[in-house]
């Protein structure tokens, strides 16, 4: 059984950092993509980032681009995501999601596999 294991969130003032961790466990199979989504509250969930198995190819959503950098640990089969400059609108919960194959961000949101969420909320 796949599962995605999200850590790291917490609370931080506005330009600090923050590094999430999503676990995967459950299989061997190497050719998937991961990605990080975020739901505010009373906000449709916003896709904010994936990478590709090899690590080659990434994604970064206007939003986050130059601010958050999306890296991956094959050996501990964890995808991170480094949060920089945070501000308030940051706020969410974020859910990190895989996806068989090379996959897009849009193509995830339908995925079945998705961690529990980890919340971040960036104090003004």
């Known amino acids: 059984e796949v599962q995605l294991v999200e850590s790291g969130g917490g609370l931080v003032q506005t330009g600090g950092s923050l590094r999430l961790s999503c676990a995967v466990t459950?299989?061997?199979?190497?050719?998937?993509?991961i990605g990080w989504f975020r739901q505010a509250p009373g906000k449709e969930r916003e896709g904010v980032s994936c990478?590709?198995?090899?690590?080659?190819?990434?994604y970064y959503a206007d939003s986050v681009k130059g601010r958050f950098t999306i890296s991956k640990d094959n050996a501990k089969n964890t995808v991170y995501l480094q949060m920089n400059s945070l501000k308030p609108e940051d706020t969410a919960v974020y859910y990190c999601?895989?996806?068989?194959?090379?996959?897009?961000?849009?193509?995830?949101?339908?995925?079945?596999?998705w961690g529990q969420g980890t919340q971040v909320t960036v104090s003004s």
């Open positions: 459950g299989f061997t199979f190497d050719d998937f993509t």
């Open positions: 990478i590709s198995s090899s690590g080659g190819s990434t």
């Open positions: 999601a895989l996806d068989f194959g090379d996959s897009t961000i849009e193509s995830m949101a339908w995925t079945s596999y």
